[in-house]
């Protein structure tokens, strides 16, 4: 099926939201999404963002596969049929294979669309005292970039929303396992600032200590 010649303002910016978290770009210029099966409401959500917008997908698509502990468990996904702006999009974000961040581009997303990025790769994680109760929370952003690229990262939601972010690393991970998280009081300030646009099934993400 052809792609619509032209996208729209607010299409643009949610094939770049969807391209930084979770989706791919081909060489080809298709973007594919996917999540697993328990997510299928979410994924069908952001197609429906994507239809809205006038863009073209395929239809969702279910399949089993064998994860690397050797369990079968579903993935569902769907394609953003190939255009010019795909094709540029991953010469801007792709560097060779891995993607980049640039200011530039962060600006031009909203709480929207950083609803969509947070529910790709977030989290939110507690830290429990002696005594069994929380004493910490953090809330991060699986990034997984180089450390010059989180520090872009870092100081665009400090100058734009006035969040905190450090900077952490994924020992498990080379040079790009760097990643952005914050203390209870950032994660408030970014709940509160994503929570409009969270879908029902996701969340549980947003479930915070706010003692």
Not at 193 to 203: K, N, S
Request: aromatic share 12%; with cysteine; charged share 25%.
């Amino acid at each position: 099926m052809k792609q619509v010649a032209r996208f729209s303002k607010e299409a643009r910016k949610l094939l770049l939201t969807m391209a930084i978290a979770d989706g791919h770009i081909s060489d080809g210029g298709d973007l594919r999404i996917s999540h697993c099966g328990k997510q299928i409401e979410y994924l069908m959500w952001k197609r429906q963002l994507l239809i809205d917008a006038g863009v073209v997908v395929t239809p969702v698509s279910v399949r089993g596969r064998v994860t690397s502990r050797g369990t079968v468990t579903s993935e569902c996904s769907f394609k953003v049929y190939r255009s010019r702006y795909l094709k540029l999009l991953r010469k801007v974000l792709y560097k060779p294979t891995k993607k980049i961040y640039r200011k530039n581009l962060l600006d031009k997303l909203s709480p929207l669309h950083l609803a969509i990025w947070f529910q790709d790769d977030g989290f939110i994680y507690n830290v429990k005292r002696k005594d069994g109760k929380i004493g910490k929370t953090y809330l991060g952003i699986s990034t997984y970039c180089d450390e010059n690229e989180a520090k872009v990262i870092q100081e665009y939601f400090k100058e734009k929303y006035g969040i905190n972010f450090c900077i952490s690393h994924d020992r498990r991970s080379n040079d790009i396992g760097y990643y952005l998280r914050t203390c209870s009081c950032g994660a408030r300030k970014f709940i509160s600032l994503v929570i409009p646009h969270i879908t029902c099934g996701m969340l549980y993400k947003t479930k915070i200590f706010w003692g």
